[in-house]
C-alpha cells in the first residue's frame, strides 16, 4: 500500500503534467481527450433528451407540427413565418450573449460588436422615419438593417421611453445569455473544489496582501 507522502507526490507530479497539457504545447493530446470527453457528453445529452419526458409529450409532437405546417401553404403560414422568425430572434440574441460570456474565443466582446451598434442602428432608424413604426427583428443573423419607413409623420412621435421599450427585447435576451454563458465556468469550478482541487492562482491571489487594511477587506469581500 502508497504511504500517503508517495501518493502526494504522485498527485502533484499528475497536477505538474497536466499544466503541460496545453494546445500549443501538445495539441494532439489535447484534441484527443477533448474528442472524447465530447462524444461523451453528446451520449449523455442525448439519452439524457431521450428519456426526458419534456420531449416525447412537447418537443417531438411540436417538432412534427411543424414540419407538417412548414411542408403545406395555406392560411397558416403567416403564422407560422412570424414564429420562425421569433426563434430565429431569440436564438440569435441569446447564442450572442453565451458568445459574449466565452470572449468569442479572443476577448471580444459581443456587445460591442452586436448588441451595441444594433441599438445606435434603431435610434438612427427612428431619426429617420420620425417614429418607430418599423420592424427590427430581421437585424439578426448578418442581415443589413433597413428601417423600411412606411410612413413619415410631419411631427416625430418618438421618446426615449418608446426607443427603450423598443430595444428592451433583444437587450434582455442578450442578457439572459451572458448569464447562461456564465453557468458552465460555474460548474467546473464547483466541480473541482468538491474534488478538493487547488486552485494556485485563486491562492496566489488570497495570500498578497495590500498595506492598506481597507483594500484586503475589499478584496477578500470580492473573492
Known sequence: MASPDACKSLAEQLRQERKKLTLFQR???VLYHFSIVFLRFVKWLALRIQRSSATRFVLLPLLLLWLVASSRDGPHRPLLDEINQSVKFVVWWVGLGVLSSVGLGTGMHSGVLFLFPHIFLVVQGAQECQSLDFDTRHHMWFHPFEANCTHV???S???FVAIFWKVFLPCMLW???TAAGEIPPYALSR????AGQRN???EEIAESKSQYNLMNS???WMI
Open 175 to 177: 442578457g439572459a445569455g
Open 191 to 194: 466541480a473541482a473544489k468538491l
Open 200 to 202: 494556485e492562482e485563486f
Open 27 to 29: 495539441p494532439l493530446s
Open 157 to 159: 412621435t418618438v421618446t
Open 218 to 220: 475589499m478584496k477578500d
Open 153 to 155: 409623420p410631419q411631427v
